[in-house]
């Protein structure tokens, strides 16, 4: 990727509009695992992780123990929840762990926020 590409991308990892998108799409995870898992929400944590790439940043959940230590604290579970367009902050749903499906679900800097078809597992299929 070169110089002036770099520069054209409008996302990145602290961009202000992605950190509420992440903070939204947790709370869903949460609400959801909370109100029909209660037993899992006391044994497992849920927390999604943005990695970026040189196109798109994957959004993954993991779950974790709790009470596990912080330094030996190794995920029990992962899987892919969605990914942004670093061009244009579109949200796509996962295809496969390295690959987002076309078509845009939603988009960062929405009045949702992307957050209008996200559901605890990752965005809503196009109908």
């Not at 940043?57 to 579970?77: D, P, S």
Request: glycine letters at 8%.
């Amino acid at each position: 990727m070169n110089i002036e590409t770099l520069a054209n991308l409008k996302v990145n990892l602290v961009t202000p509009e992605l950190l509420s998108f992440v903070s939204g799409a947790q709370k869903i995870c949460r609400d959801h695992i909370a109100a029909n898992f209660p037993n899992n929400a006391r044994l497992f944590e849920t927390q999604l992780q943005a990695t970026a790439g040189p196109r798109y940043i994957r959004i993954t959940r993991a779950e974790y123990k709790v009470g596990a230590n912080e330094a030996l604290r190794a995920a029990v579970h992962r899987s892919g929840h969605c990914f942004i367009d670093r061009a244009n902050g579109d949200v796509l749903m996962c295809a496969s762990w390295k690959t987002p499906a076309k078509g845009a679900r939603g988009n960062i800097f929405d009045d949702k926020n992307g957050l209008g078809r996200m559901g605890p597992y990752g965005t809503a299929y196009n109908r």
